[in-house]
């Protein structure tokens, strides 16, 4: 029986494991590094069932992001507007169009447009609009040049780094209060050593102390 098998035959088992557990670690690595926000969410842009160009409505019409995301100020979810908000205009402006037929059934039977989500926050993680808002965070740091864009995408990974790196040094992020929605502003720290002097007193100022701890975000 000896003779059946060769003595190296004897390390198979360790070889084995061995290879398992780099096997392990490769593939660990490769879901840790690869199914995260910034490669399962950035460019993500569903189809809508209406196409709605935030371009249009924005650089040439001219609305202010307030008159559709009434409660982003107010609440820490910024709601999606109603077919109601749609048809104060469109009940006038192409009010025949096929592509508006979703907004004009929604008005019609009082049920909601079936917009699909871009931006979800984890049932896991808390987020409040209002807090960033009236804190001197734009809308395009985390949502990108949305005003630019004719289908909303997912522009960053809105991952807990990316959170975590703002809340470390808000001093670089933040915007003059009256700067907030107008996504073509630039960030007080842009705007030479005034600017970070006056960003770094809106700060102190404001209290603006984003928290650190896991608890700050995972209630």
Known sequence: ???????????LPLQIIVYL??????ATAGVTYYMT??????????????????AKHVQE?????????????????SNVPSSQTCMNCHSIIKA???????????????????????????????FNHAAHVNRGVSCVECHGKVNEMDTVTHTQPLSMAFCIECH???????R?????????????????????KTAAKFVHDWKVKPPQSCSGCHR
């Open 1 to 11: 029986m000896s003779k059946l098998f060769p003595k190296s035959a004897n390390k």
């Open 21 to 26: 557990v780099v096997l392990a670690g490769i």
């Open 37 to 54: 926000p910034k490669y399962t969410r950035v460019g993500y842009a569903p189809v809508q069932p209406v196409p709605f160009s935030h």
């Open 61 to 77: 019409v001219g609305l202010d992001c307030r008159y559709c995301h009434s409660n982003v100020e107010k609440s820490g979810h």
């Open 96 to 126: 025949n169009s096929p592509l508006l037929a979703p907004v004009r059934e929604s008005y019609a039977n009082n049920t909601p447009v079936p917009w699909v989500w871009i931006h979800q926050t984890p049932d896991y993680a808390y």
């Open 168 to 174: 470390r040094n808000p001093e670089a992020r933040i």
């Open 176 to 196: 003059d209060p009256k700067d907030i929605f107008n996504l073509d502003s630039k960030r007080l720290a842009e705007q030479g050593a005034a600017g970070e």
